[in-house]
């Protein structure tokens, strides 16, 4: 598919908001969406699939785009030279929905937020020494799980025991 052929296509989403734009009305309306795909298509000379699957693909294509330029600085001069449809794209920036994401590593303000809290805890309470920490029982459920454990390996102990006796016996009665 050549360029021309993408630029066209965009033009023509362009023209049915409610196929990029989340908070539109009509975006959730399955028949309106598809009926603009048709009328695209029909533009288009080509299957609506075709053109909603390139669509897709050009979309996805503007958001890795969007991200590499994202980047901490000197980190986008390993690509040499821009994605020719990105200004093309662009009409898809104030619809675009930032992901939430987490992290297991905290910030510095977090950090200093945590020291504190910890801070204020071992002032408000009485700490007598780290080993009443240690010499604490664990609680039930982690007891439980601890004496389950221990049963399964008793059984399975006493499985092998028998069959170390049966292989025995078999061994002396053939013998």
Same mark, same amino acid.
């Given at each position: %598919? ?21 908070? /539109? ?6 028949? %309106? ?6 009328? &695209? ?14 669509? $897709?693909?050009?979309?996805? $294509?503007?958001? $890795? ?13 390993? &690509? $040499?030279?821009?994605? +020719?449809?990105?200004?093309? %794209? ?18 510095? /303000?977090? &950090? ?26 664990? +609680? ?9 454990? /221990? ?14 006796? /049966? ?9």
């Amino acid at each position: %598919m050549s360029i021309s052929f993408d630029e066209l296509l965009i033009n023509e989403v362009q023209k049915y908001p409610h196929l990029y734009d989340l908070s /539109d009305a009509n975006h959730k309306n399955k028949f %309106m969406r598809e009926n603009a795909w048709q009328q &695209i298509g029909f533009a288009m000379e080509r299957n609506a699939d075709n053109c909603k699957d390139r669509f $897709k693909y050009l979309q996805d $294509k503007y958001h $890795k785009e969007k991200n590499l330029m994202n980047l901490p600085s000197g980190s986008y001069s390993r &690509i $040499k030279k821009p994605w +020719p449809l990105y200004s093309a %794209m662009s009409f898809l920036e104030p619809y675009l929905q930032t992901k939430s994401s987490w992290s297991n590593l905290l910030s510095q /303000d977090e &950090i200093d937020i945590q020291q504190q809290s910890c801070e204020r805890s071992l002032v408000e309470t009485d700490v007598e020494t780290e080993s009443s920490f240690i010499d604490q029982a664990p +609680p039930p459920r982690k007891k439980r799980k601890l004496e389950l454990f /221990d049963r399964a390996l008793e059984k399975v102990f006493e499985i092998l025991k028998w069959t170390a006796l /049966d292989i025995s016996w078999s061994l002396l009665l053939h013998a």
